[in-house]
């Protein structure tokens, strides 16, 4: 069975996550593309930095900005675990054209997250979501 | 009369905005503040950055907490435009204490803003209203 696109580059931002590991941090990794390139890798950054803002996706997307413009809407984003209202927000600005998740994440703090999104933005959620939330479960495992 | 705290950090914040508009960009800005001293200042940068996600409140708040720490529950936000979900998303994980804006934003794209924050956050709104809308749609009306 040939791998799709969606989990080739699934796996990029996995191993985003695992570079956010180890630094200490919560393992959440993301890679944005455009016509199928890789133009921005992040993981996140929130103890690194001391900024309780540096997510993935919020890295991800300034990064991007700089090689495809302010506007993202060719590009897909690819995180690891869904993104939280902040990271949304961030998107809408951003008019990204599609967001693929891997794990869910159950801390949703809002009623209906697509409330948030640009109304051109699609999501899709449970890519290697496995791989994506044992690497957080480990983590938190790992700090008991 | 004497002017209030609220009314003198706002007149820093419609400073920053003013710096916006004088880089071309949309005049809203901001600054933070922690027993009763500014510890950061930051304008709408989305322009200048190229970055659509460089909020006046994101950059505030990344600057913040290379003074105050990671989490902002001793702060106040000042800021001149009511924040948009991305920016509460942020105040989320700062956990400020205290966001005080100027002008409201009619723009807003979801129902309750309020199920974004921290439930420990407060929100006050309208603080020199005229002042900051009048800056914005000044701008505006020099856009056409």
Chains 1, 2 share one sequence.
């Not at 699934?10 to 200490?24: L, V």
């Not at 991007?64 to 897909?76: D, F, I, P, V």
Request: net charge neutral.
């Amino acid at each position: 069975m040939t791998e799709n696109a969606d989990e080739k580059f699934m796996k990029e931002a996995i191993k985003q996550a695992k570079e956010a590991m180890a630094k200490g941090e919560v393992p959440i990794g993301a890679v944005i593309v455009y016509e199928d390139r890789i133009i921005a890798r992040a993981c996140n950054m929130v103890e690194t930095l001391n900024d309780a803002t540096a997510h993935a996706e919020m890295l991800a997307f300034t990064s991007a900005s700089q090689e495809a413009g302010k506007y993202l809407n060719q590009c897909t984003l690819y995180v690891t675990l869904e993104p939280c209202p902040m990271c949304l927000g961030a998107a809408f600005w951003t008019q990204i054209r599609r967001i693929v998740f891997g794990a869910s994440d159950n801390r949703n703090i809002i009623a209906n997250k697509n409330d948030i999104l640009h109304p051109k933005t699609i999501v899709q959620g449970g890519v290697m979501e496995n791989e994506c939330s044992q690497l957080i479960k480990d983590f938190f495992k790992s700090k008991r």
